[in-house]
């Protein structure tokens, strides 16, 4: 029901970027090419953002002219030192360089993620197959079993197969539930969910993580646990477990972001970076101190994260 030409422009970036999705690196996830509802409630999410300076294109100029403008100062600054010319010359053919290439460093991941949308339409084929003969329920049932047993299947093993899936199904979902994931585990066993903070240090009414994209951010709080179901507004706090590149249309609407792991080099740090919101990682169970609707500062200098209203 769109007008054609938002359609045309959809479907030429799902004909691009449609093998991507939430957790691709996990053949039995849904690639955004068939289930493009997340990138629908984005481009909802932009198309509610009033100020142009916050639009997407506007973000993007805003941080390359920045960034242009530090080499730039860069560059005089070492002009005016001791051999000044020659490290002037370097800095700046170097800075460049880097900008214009450091893009590349998705193009393995992007390769492979490809490649894996291959695998995927094969073996939902297959699955379509063994459907119709009646030996599994659906065909992303075949992501419930292992190589060695799709072999055996594909063999004619007369095993109960629907049992076998159904209980695997049954110990995913349960895993499912996990609201957190350990930061840190060690060798004996022990885990460790809190930040590089103790919650000692924490003042009343403050949360304490690890700062990794400068900056200050006040907004409502948006919990958001899968980038399926979200439906950010311009400007809230988003405070989740963890990101993957699914999660990026997401940050162009954020004011901030709080994770609940992750640390400088992650994917949530580096694209908060980028695009020049506040963000502190590392918040142990944040998705469970903070609750959608909630007024806060995020400091993501300090790692301070205050309640401005509950």
């Keep these: 029901r769109l007008p054609s030409t938002a359609q045309k422009a959809i479907n030429r970036f799902l004909e691009r970027y449609g093998v991507r999705g939430l957790g691709e690196i996990d053949l039995g996830r849904q690639r955004w090419e068939e289930n493009p509802t997340p990138l629908m409630q984005a481009l909802q999410s932009y198309l509610q953002i009033d100020d142009p300076a916050l639009a997407p294109d506007g973000v993007f100029e805003r941080g390359r002219d920045a960034a242009e403008a530090e080499i730039e100062r860069l560059v005089q600054a070492l002009g005016k030192s001791r051999g000044g010319w020659l490290k002037a010359r370097l800095a700046g053919w170097a800075a460049r360089r880097m900008r214009l290439l450091t893009g590349l460093r998705e193009t393995p991941k992007f390769s492979i993620i490809r490649l894996f949308a291959f695998l995927r339409r094969a073996l939902l084929r297959q699955g379509e197959v063994w459907t119709a003969a009646g030996l599994i329920d659906q065909p992303e049932d075949v992501f419930y079993l292992k190589l060695a047993e799709l072999d055996a299947l594909a063999a004619g093993d007369a095993r109960d197969w629907k049992i076998?899936?159904?209980?695997?199904?049954?110990?995913?979902?349960?895993?499912?539930?996990?609201?957190?994931?350990?930061?840190?585990?060690?060798?004996?066993?022990?885990?460790?969910?809190?930040?590089?903070?103790?919650?000692?240090?924490?003042?009343?009414?403050?949360?304490?993580?690890?700062?990794?994209?400068?900056?200050?951010?006040?907004?409502?709080?948006?919990?958001?646990?899968?980038?399926?179901?979200?439906?950010?507004?311009?400007?809230?706090?988003?405070?989740?477990?963890?990101?993957?590149?699914?999660?990026?249309?997401?940050?162009?609407?954020?004011?901030?972001?709080?994770?609940?792991?992750?640390?400088?080099?992650?994917?949530?740090?580096?694209?908060?970076?980028?695009?020049?919101?506040?963000?502190?990682?590392?918040?142990?169970?944040?998705?469970?101190?903070?609750?959608?609707?909630?007024?806060?500062?995020v400091d993501g200098s300090s790692g301070q994260i205050t309640i401005l209203e509950d």
């Design 164 to 297: 076998l899936i159904h209980s695997r199904k049954q110990a995913h979902e349960r895993e499912s539930l996990r609201r957190q994931i350990p930061r840190l585990l060690l060798s004996d066993g022990r885990a460790f969910y809190s930040g590089v903070s103790q919650v000692g240090d924490q003042a009343e009414g403050q949360i304490i993580g690890s700062p990794v994209s400068p900056g200050i951010a006040e907004g409502s709080v948006r919990i958001v646990l899968d980038p399926h179901q979200a439906q950010l507004q311009p400007g809230e706090i988003l405070v989740c477990p963890g990101t993957d590149p699914s999660w990026t249309p997401l940050f162009l609407a954020a004011g901030g972001l709080v994770m609940e792991v992750g640390g400088m080099m992650t994917h949530g740090a580096v694209v908060a970076r980028e695009y020049g919101i506040p963000a502190v990682v590392g918040v142990h169970q944040a998705t469970s101190q903070l609750h959608t609707g909630q007024l806060i500062r």
